[in-house]
């Protein structure tokens, strides 16, 4: 059952009520602390995935090797432009909430389209959609709701009530990875469920870096990454480890 993805639209769906009435009352100093701790619970959910590694080489090659295909194919930008054809379609169904006069309406627009990466096409949520469909593991799901809760708040401080409607499109995009992942599970060792999960972790050690402001990681084009993984670690396995 796709517990987690459940959970976390429901968080979306919930956060985005509160935040619509709350408007402007939020100090952005209060904005950016959470947001710090925030980053800092993503890496602790990348280090416990990263421990679960089973083969480091593998890991390593999947990661490198899937931001190179990610920044060829310009998959972030690919990410951002189709979060732009989503948001001009939401904005058409809720014309009164596009910038409700809190914001200017570019503003409006790219904070929009930030929201919608974070919540539909992040590695967090991608990662934790096919851990919990290939290893009914719900906790990264489960925490990633924990945060989306309190950021579709803030962000419909500011963007109002269509932040609570991006919940659509992320229900769609999990659930088919969901199933996707629990289609792939009977092909899969313990070893690559394993290494699966660390290559994942990376990416969310990035994104906590990225939220912290330390260092402005492509999350976006490191996805690949988490698709080359199982089928190197499978080949690692098999056939370089016996030549050791």
């Given amino acids: 059952m796709p517990v987690?993805?459940?959970?976390?639209?429901?968080?979306?769906?919930?956060?985005?009520?509160?935040?619509?009435?709350?408007?402007?009352?939020?100090?952005?100093?209060?904005?950016?602390?959470?947001?710090?701790?925030?980053?800092a619970c993503a890496m602790l959910m990348g280090v416990?995935?990263?421990?679960?590694?089973?083969?480091?080489?593998?890991?390593?090659?999947?990661?490198?090797a899937g931001t190179i295909v990610g920044l060829g194919i310009r998959l972030g930008e690919r990410i951002v432009q189709a979060s732009r054809n989503l948001e001009k379609a939401i904005s058409r169904r809720l014309p009164a909430a596009a910038g409700d006069g809190r914001i200017p309406r570019e503003e409006y627009e790219s904070r929009l389209i930030t929201i919608i990466v974070l919540f539909c096409a992040s590695g967090t949520g991608?990662?934790?959609?096919?851990?919990?469909?290939?290893?009914?593991?719900?906790?990264?799901?489960?925490?990633?709701?924990?945060?989306?809760?309190p950021t579709a708040t803030l962000f419909a401080c500011e963007l109002g009530i269509i932040v609570s409607f991006i919940a659509l499109p992320q229900l769609v995009i999990?659930?088919?990875?969901?199933?996707l992942a629990h289609a792939l599970l009977p092909f899969c060792t313990p070893q690559m469920i394993g290494d699966f999960k660390a290559c994942g972790g990376v990416l969310l050690l990035a994104t906590g870096f990225r939220m912290l402001q330390v260092k402005n990681f492509p999350i976006a084009d490191m996805i690949p990454a988490m698709a080359l993984v199982m089928p190197l670690s499978a080949l690692w396995t098999a056939v370089i480890v016996p030549l050791l």
């Fill in 48 to 64: 416990v995935s990263i421990v679960q590694i089973r083969n480091l080489p593998p890991v390593v090659f999947a990661t490198i």
């Fill in 4 to 39: 987690g993805v459940v959970t976390n639209v429901i968080a979306v769906i919930l956060g985005g009520i509160p935040g619509n009435f709350l408007g402007p009352r939020l100090s952005e100093n209060f904005k950016e602390n959470l947001n710090t701790v925030f980053g």
């Fill in 174 to 179: 999990f659930l088919a990875l969901f199933f």
């Fill in 126 to 149: 991608i990662y934790g959609s096919m851990v919990s469909g290939m290893a009914g593991d719900q906790s990264i799901l489960i925490a990633k709701s924990i945060m989306d809760l």
